[in-house]
């Protein structure tokens, strides 16, 4: 918690990790599946029960987005950023996790593709509730969400 004159700052870091995955599937079709928000409430309907897009601008597109991340339950405004094929960049800009950062990165290997992922999660007010920061159970649900991602991208 950071201390001022006056008074706490309500927004922290909840914690900052990165993954890494590999997945048996061409990078492209891999990058379509992963940074595809407008079907996220189809695809993984158990992570994100409503998306809505408020604006597209070529590579880029602001969102709401409602994630479930086990116990952790958001309601966001993010920004997706893509580059085709390597770099899929989503910054929070609104809601209670404001100012959080996620970077999946994708490398073609002779396997497939490996996905490098980067997440930096802050949260303000009474999500800062020390049960929900728990970075082991978050990285744990994340990567289920990562799991489901690579069972549509291997079928």
Do not use: W
């Not at 880029?60 to 479930?68: D, F």
């Not at 960049?89 to 950062?101: A, H, L, M, R, T």
Request: hydrophobic share 40%; with cysteine.
């Amino acid at each position: 918690m950071i201390y001022t004159l006056v008074g706490v700052v309500s927004k922290i870091p909840l914690t900052a990790f990165s993954l890494e995955k590999i997945i048996h599937a061409k990078r492209k079709d891999v990058f379509k599946i992963f940074s595809n928000y407008e079907d996220y409430e189809k695809l993984i309907p158990q992570y994100f029960p409503s998306i809505r897009i408020r604006s597209v601008r070529g590579n880029t597109a602001v969102v709401e987005e409602h994630l479930k991340l086990g116990d952790l339950e958001l309601v966001l405004m993010s920004k997706h950023v893509a580059t085709p094929f390597v770099l899929h960049e989503v910054y929070v800009i609104g809601g209670k996790s404001k100012g959080s950062y996620i970077k999946q990165e994708f490398v073609e290997i002779p396997e497939g593709t490996k996905i490098l992922i980067d997440v930096d999660l802050k949260l303000t007010g009474l999500m800062k509730i020390p049960k929900v920061l728990d970075k082991s159970k978050l990285i744990e649900n994340y990567s289920n969400l990562l799991n489901d991602l690579t069972i549509l991208c291997e079928n």
